[in-house]
C-alpha cells in the first residue's frame, strides 16, 4: 500500500505547495551565506575523492572529514594568504615609490609619443579618418584608472567587513565544508528524488554542473594561474621585480575572464615601448602572442570537459553577468547557471520536439 494512498488529492498538492514555499523560504533566509555555500560546496566536492580514498583506508568519516579539511586549508587557503600578504606588502612600497615617481615623471612627452603612435596605427584604417588627442588620451587613462580602484576597493571592502565577520565566516565555513563531505551523498540523492523531472534528468543536471565546475576550478583556474605566473615573470625579467605579486594577482584574475590578461598586458607592453624601454616591451608583447595565447588552446583540451564547453560569447556574458550579480564568486557560478539554462533547452527540444543537437542524445541506455 503506497504512503500517499491515505492522503486526499488536496492534502498532496498542498504538501507539494508547502515543500516549494519552504524551499524559497530558505534560500531567502540563507540568501546573505550564499556565496559562501557555494564556496564550501565547490571545495568540498573538489577535495571529496581525498575523503573517500582515506574512507576506503579504514578512516572514520569524521576523521577522514576533518583531515580532508585541513588539506584543503594547505592547498587553498595557505597559498592564497601568502600570496594575499606578499601582494600588499608589495603595493604599498609600489605605491610611495609612484608618488616619487610623478614627481619627476613627464608625463606629456610620453603621452605624446603615445598619442602620434596610434594616430599612425589609425591613419592605415580604411573608410574613415581616425585620431586621437592627448586630453582625450589621459582623460581615458584616467577614468581608467579611476573605475579600477573603484573596483578594487569595493572588492575588498565588499569581501571582508571586519574581523569579526572573517572569524565567523571561517567557522560557518568549516561546518559546511565538513557536512558538504560526509553528507554531499544524502543531498545528492534528495534532489534526485525532489526533482518532478525525474532522476534521470536529474542525473543530468548533477553531470552537467559538476563538469562545469571542475572545467572552471581545476581547469580555468589553473589555465590563468600558469598565464597569470608567465606574465608576472617576463614583467619581472624586464625590470619590474619589485611587482611580481602585485602583477601575478591582477594578471590571473583577468585570465579567469574571457577577455583575459591581453587587455592589460597590450598597452602596458606598448607604452613601454614607446616610452624608452623598447626591449622590453617587445619582450612582453612577444610573450603574450606566442606563449600565453598558447597556453589556453595547449592545457583546456587537457582541463576542461567536453560537457562544460560553452560559446565563447556565452561563457563571456555568463562571467560577467555573475560577477555583476555575485561578485568574484560569479566567475563560477555565472558559467554553471549558464550551462543549466542550455541543458534545460537541450531537454526540452529532445523530449517534446525529437530536435538532435550537436552534443551526443542526452537520453540513452548506454
Known sequence: MSKLSSFTLTQRRSIAVATIVSIVFAGWFLRSFFI?????????????????WLQRHKMKKGSAAALTLLVSIFVVLVPLTLIAIFATTQLKTVVGDVASFMKTFDIGEASGKLVDLINNVLKNIPFGNYSVSQDSLLGGIQDALQAVGNFLVDSLSGAVNSVTGLVSSLIIYVYLFMSFLTHGGKLIEMFRQLNPLGTKISDIYLARASAMVRGTVQGQFIIA???GLFAATTFALVGYADLFFVLFVIFTVMSIIPLGAGIFIIPLGIIMAVTGNLVGGIVVLLQHFLINSNVDNILRPILVPKEARLDSALMLISVFAGIRIFGFAGIIIGPTFMILVVTTIKVFLEVYRDYSTDDEKLFTDK
Open 36 to 52: 559562501l555555500i557555494v564556496f564550501a560546496g565547490v571545495l568540498a566536492y573538489l577535495f571529496s575523492p581525498i575523503h573517500r
Open 225 to 227: 594561474v600558469v598565464q
